[in-house]
T-cell receptor
Framework: ETGVTQTPRHLVMGMTNKKSLKCEQH?????MYWYKQSAKKPLELMFV???????ENNSVPSRFSPECPNSSHLFLHLHTLQPEDSALYLC????????????FGPGTRLTVT | GENVEQHPSTLSVQEGDSAVIKCTYS??????FPWYKQELGKGPQLIID?????GEKKDQRIAVTLNKTAKHFSLHITETQPEDSAVYFC????????????FGDGTTLTVKP
């Protein structure tokens, strides 16, 4: 148990659906991250939030929309996804945005049909 | 940008033997190098990290070495156990890109009992 929880753990959605992924951290951290993990590819950073402000958007398509209402919660809103978006989506948090240990959640396995 | 290469992609060892995983990076400005272990169905978990001001760090059976001149760092696991079986990722990041790490492709380690 890392102190970072993600729901749902598994999600199957059609290309026309709208869904949201949720992440919550109980560590009192100030920075939160979304990563995409695809088979045979390195972890890809999608978004970074520091003190609820988005500080990094790593050229992610607009069909992925993050939201950080407070420093403990992070959402990833999904709409009109493509099959190639199927992957494991990992949330992480760290004490600050600097060179600190990142704590990862267990991920949401997303399948787009 | 930073580029991290990790080798080997798969590694199989006998229980009790040592395992070594190597990573090279391209940006000499990188100064933080974490290693993560990812077990099946879980998110990555930090197991050890090293900063550029030291050449070696050890934590029980795990050690990391860093050669800044050659721009490579390695993970060493001694007296391997079946529970060490997992995917291991290296990463590199630097101050001006705080919070943004570049990950290697991962190494699948199998420890045979």
């Amino acid at each position: 148990e890392t102190g970072v929880t993600q729901t749902p753990r598994h999600l199957v959605m059609g290309m026309t659906n709208k869904k949201s992924l949720k992440c919550e951290q109980h560590l009192g951290h100030n920075a939160m991250y979304w990563y995409k993990q695809s088979a045979k590819k390195p972890l890809e950073l999608m978004f970074v939030y520091s003190l609820e402000e988005r500080v990094e958007n790593n050229s992610v398509p607009s069909r992925f929309s993050p939201e950080c209402p407070n420093s403990s919660h992070l959402f990833l809103h999904l709409h009109t996804l493509q099959p190639e978006d199927s992957a494991l989506y990992l949330c992480a948090s760290s004490r600050n945005r600097g060179l600190n240990e990142q704590y990862f959640g267990p991920g949401t396995r997303l399948t787009v049909t | 940008g930073e580029n991290v290469e990790q080798h080997p992609s798969t590694l199989s060892v006998q229980e009790g033997d040592s395992a070594v995983i190597k990573c090279t990076y391209s940006d000499s400005a990188s100064n933080y190098f974490p290693w993560y272990k990812q077990e099946l169905g879980k998110g990555p978990q930090l197991i050890i990290d090293i900063r550029s001001n030291v050449g070696e760090k050890k934590d029980q059976r795990i050690a990391v070495t860093l050669n800044k001149t050659a721009k490579h760092f390695s993970l060493h696991i001694t007296e391997t156990q079946p529970e060490d079986s997992a995917v291991y990722f290296c990463a590199a990041s630097f101050n001006t890109n705080a919070g943004k790490s570049t990950f290697g492709d991962g190494t699948t380690l199998t420890v045979k009992p």
